[in-house]
Antibody
Framework: EVQLVESGGGLVQPGASLKLSCVAS????????MSWVRQTPGKTMEWIGD????????NYAPSLKNRFTISRDNAKSTLYLQMSNVRSEDTATYYC??????????WGQGVMVTVSS | DIQMTQSPASLSASLGETVSIECLAS??????LAWYQQKPGKSPQLLIY???SLQDGVPSRFSGSGSGTQYSLKISGMQPEDEGVYYC?????????FGSGTKLEIK
């Protein structure tokens, strides 16, 4: 069974950094592109970015590129999202997803990040 | 960025009714469109990919169609478990943008 389990969220102050993790199981992690998607409290869905199966290539939403970094450790079947200089508008539920043919076929349960002083 | 305009924002349907949700892309996306369903408190689930291909395990009452800039999701015979929010997402050009969602409820 495919499972994606995110962790690392919580309450963080504006300007701080935070690193989210997503541990994958039930499939060969190194065979798949992976993505991060976030959902705001108002339910808006925003694609953050993705990473190639071998970690050699990443793409980002332009508005987030300078502050967010996606990486992976295939030996640990783990996807990461490094967030820096966080702002109140980064408050959201963050999902990791497995990229299948023309869509995200599997999603984690999500992890909440709240940016507030 | 490609803008995805989804309509309607909300919809209520009777059991057994056929429902359609539309997604309009700001430029052609060559059928690179996915539909997701999100039930309250749950993660989104992929329903349709490539505009019209049904994801494994998804009931056949769900179907997708369209081309160019216009796409639609149809539910043929609304069921209670179909309540939720539906999103479209284009996968044609980075960044892969979402529609704003359609909340579907039972009437």
């Amino acid at each position: 069974e495919v499972q994606l389990v995110e962790s690392g969220g919580g309450l963080v102050q504006p300007g701080a950094s935070l690193k989210l993790s997503c541990v994958a199981s039930g499939f060969t992690f190194s065979d798949y592109w992976m993505s991060w998607v976030r959902q705001t409290p108002g339910k808006t869905m925003e694609w953050i970015g993705d990473i190639k199966y071998d970690g050699s290539y990443t793409n980002y939403a332009p508005s987030l590129k300078n502050r967010f970094t996606i990486s992976r450790d295939n030996a640990k079947s783990t996807l990461y999202l490094q967030m820096s200089n966080v702002r109140s508008e980064d408050t959201a539920t963050y999902y990791c997803t497995r990229d299948d043919t023309m869509g995200s076929g599997y999603w984690g349960q999500g992890v909440m990040v709240t940016v507030s002083s | 960025d490609i803008q995805m305009t989804q309509s309607p924002a909300s919809l209520s349907a009777s059991l057994g009714e056929t429902v359609s949700i539309e997604c309009l892309a700001s430029e052609g996306i060559s059928n690179s469109l996915a539909w997701y369903q999100q039930k309250p408190g749950k993660s989104p689930q992929l329903l349709i990919y490539g505009a019209s291909s049904l994801q494994d395990g998804v009931p056949s009452r769900f179907s997708g169609s369209g081309s160019g800039t216009q796409y639609s999701l149809k539910i043929s015979g609304m069921q209670p478990e179909d309540e939720g929010v539906y999103y479209c997402q284009q996968g044609y050009k980075y960044p892969f943008t979402f529609g704003s969602g359609t909340k579907l409820e039972i009437k």
